[in-house]
T-cell receptor, first 111, second 116 residues
Framework: QKEVEQNSGPLSVPEGAIASLNCTYS??????FFWYRQYSGKSPELIMF????GDKEDGRFTAQLNKASQYVSLLIRDSQPSDSATYLC???????????FGQGTRLTINP | ETGVTQTPRHLVMGMTNKKSLKCEQH?????MYWYKQSAKKPLELMFV???????ENNSVPSRFSPECPNSSHLFLHLHTLQPEDSALYLC???????????????FGPGTRLTVL
């Protein structure tokens, strides 16, 4: 089983719609979860982090966490072409004290 | 200069060459990281330095040799690499490295390495 698993995509969403990105993880003890955005040819940049079960909203972005299901997601409302990028889910694994990344989901917003 | 910088941005080397990648952070952070990013694969953590001491060596082959002379600089020395080592090498830094605490990692622009 992969430690952090994401659908690699590509995921295509029309402009203005909601983009939904999903991630599952294997370490049940993990407490910290992050979403990074990586534009083509660029380095990853942090856009959201979440520690508690439930939803966390920041502008057009909402992170959702369900520790019982070991599942974290990112919703992007009112999707814009500038949101087209690869989104990386990262989980801070407690025992190993390291940030483990998923392979990323490539998102394309179609005008 | 601000943030995390890396040089060179692109590097092409033969299998017998020796080269070094350089990373510098201007954020006053105490932890620095080397990651490898290959196509279609997750970011792979290679090394972690906290307060200039190596705290993580993630089963990386010895042909990769890190060096952290101070908290602002991190090097990755390369020798006798293989074509499968071709990848984007990313440096990152965070305020601290500690279990159970959130520390945002700031990434540099990366070095695109091609091994012929």
């Amino acid at each position: 089983q992969k430690e952090v698993e994401q659908n690699s995509g590509p995921l295509s969403v029309p402009e203005g719609a909601i983009a939904s990105l999903n991630c599952t993880y294997s370490d049940r003890g993990s407490q910290s979860f992050f979403w990074y955005r990586q534009y083509s040819g660029k380095s990853p940049e942090l856009i959201m982090f979440i520690y508690s079960n439930g939803d966390k909203e920041d502008g057009r972005f909402t992170a959702q966490l369900n520790k019982a299901s070991q599942y974290v997601s990112l919703l992007i409302r009112d999707s814009q072409p500038s949101d087209s990028a690869t989104y990386l889910c990262a989980v801070l694994f407690q025992g190993a004290q390291k940030l483990v990344f998923g392979q990323g989901t490539r998102l394309t917003i179609n005008p | 200069e601000t943030g995390v910088t890396q040089t060179p941005r692109h590097l092409v080397m033969g299998m017998t060459n020796k080269k070094s990648l350089k990373c510098e952070q201007h954020l006053g952070h105490n932890a620095m990281y080397w990651y490898k990013q290959s196509a279609k694969k997750p970011l792979e953590l290679m090394f972690v330095y906290s307060l200039e001491e190596r705290v993580e060596n993630n089963s990386v082959p010895s042909r990769f040799s890190p060096e952290c002379p101070n908290s602002s600089h991190l090097f990755l020395h390369l020798h006798t690499l293989q074509p499968e080592d071709s990848a984007l090498y990313l440096c990152a830094s965070s305020q601290d490295w500690a279990s159970g605490t959130y520390n945002e990692q700031f990434f540099g622009p990366g070095t695109r390495l091609t091994v012929l």
